[in-house]
């Protein structure tokens, strides 16, 4: 199985930087990983809403020109919201009924675009609160580990 994190924006804060360490190092006895990082566009704290499609779509253009073949999820507010459990169950039914390389989708500041969304399997929330987009990187990765811990009956804490 391969797992590919498409992501905007690069992470600059050091603790995320290695929070993303420990865990990309963790998945290794499970899965390959590959990250992809695509420029985000600076916008101003006060953006109309054209302004935000417009941001919006430039950087779903450099995602969608990056987007490998696979089962791809994205992270959205207005997903399916699910627990670990499930998560695991979901990563099963991906890889033995559609496909070994799952790509997760993670927007930038504003979220992703329509061609973006319209355009994956899966729309995917974590929870019902907003999270800074560099924060779920890391989140994503440690529900990555935890899915691969549960599917193998390995101890991971509840």
Known sequence: M???IISVGKIKEKYLVEG?????KRLRRYTRLNFITVNDYKAPEKLSQKEKIMIQ???GEKILKRLPDGYIIALDLKGVILTSTELASKFDEIT????SHIVFVIGGSLGLSKAVLDSVNLRLSFSKFTFPHQLMKLILLEQIYRSFRINNNEPYHK
């Open 2 to 4: 391969t797992i590919t």
């Open 20 to 24: 993303i360490k420990e865990y990309s």
């Open 57 to 59: 779509d430039k950087e």
């Open 96 to 99: 033995n009924y559609h496909n």
